[in-house]
T-cell receptor, first 115, second 113 residues
Framework: AQTVTQSQPEMSVQEAETVTLSCTYDTSESDYYLFWYKQPPSRQMILVIR??????QNATENRFSVNFQKAAKSFSLKISDSQLGDAAMYFC????????????FGKGTKLTVNP | DVKVTQSSRYLVKRTGEKVFLECVQDMDHENMFWYRQDPGLGLRLIYFSYDVKMKEKGDIPEGYSVSREKKERFSLILESASTNQTSMYLC????????????FGPGTRLTVL
């Protein structure tokens, strides 16, 4: 069974600085999808960024980018120019390609942004 | 915009009560999911459904059942609520392709006394 590990329960960053959240996963599959979700306090979870495993190029979405290292099974999220609104729980998630549509989530990293 | 709604934001029930949590999505998604979120444990999948009247067990189905009679609605049922089912419950939906994101509802915080 696939597992997702987020080794940093909590992180903090100064406003306008850059922070990297770590995620590693364990799988025997070669094709899969990886996601980062954001859950702001008392608000709905939303997708931040996704990566298809067959793509070598790292995904980017404005200030958010990933460092996808397939051989190392690592999928870190970099947030540049951090803003107060980035404060949230961040969850890394894995989904197999085809078959079950279910996501396997990590335990989350709580990000605090200091003014 | 995709909208996933849940019937209650907060719910307080007594041990042994039958509890219904309702989830509705308005985007004609094939897949619907129920998760439980607990501090330090992340999100754990209880059940999911990929079509009307179809369901599959997730990682922690014990003590729960589900119903999907219509495509837009997915219900989570606690047959006899227990205190260890006090938690945040999140519903999500998605189209049927693996690369598609799941859209989440606002969550229901259930307290069982």
């Amino acid at each position: 069974a696939q597992t997702v590990t987020q080794s940093q329960p909590e992180m903090s960053v100064q406003e306008a600085e850059t922070v990297t959240l770590s995620c590693t996963y364990d799988t025997s599959e070669s094709d899969y999808y990886l996601f980062w979700y954001k859950q702001p306090p008392s608000r709905q979870m939303i997708l931040v960024i996704r990566q298809e495993a067959y793509k070598q190029q790292n995904a980017t979405e404005n200030r958010f980018s990933v460092n996808f290292q397939k051989a190392a099974k690592s999928f870190s999220l970099k947030i540049s120019d951090s803003q107060l609104g980035d404060a949230a729980m961040y969850f890394c998630a894995y989904r197999t390609q085809g078959g079950s549509e279910k996501l396997v989530f990590g335990k989350g990293t709580k990000l605090t942004v200091n003014p | 915009d995709v909208k996933v709604t849940q019937s209650s934001r907060y719910l307080v029930k007594r041990t042994g009560e039958k509890v219904f949590l309702e989830c509705v999505q308005d985007m004609d998604h094939e897949n619907m999911f129920w998760y439980r979120q607990d501090p330090g444990l992340g999100l754990r999948l209880i059940y999911f459904s990929y079509d009307v009247k179809m369901k599959e067990k997730g990682d922690i189905p014990e003590g729960y059942s589900v119903s999907r009679e219509k495509k837009e609605r997915f219900s989570l049922i606690l047959e006899s609520a227990s205190t260890n089912q006090t938690s945040m419950y999140l519903c999500a939906s998605s189209f049927g392709q693996s690369y598609n994101e799941q859209f989440f509802g606002p969550g229901t915080r259930l307290t069982v006394l």
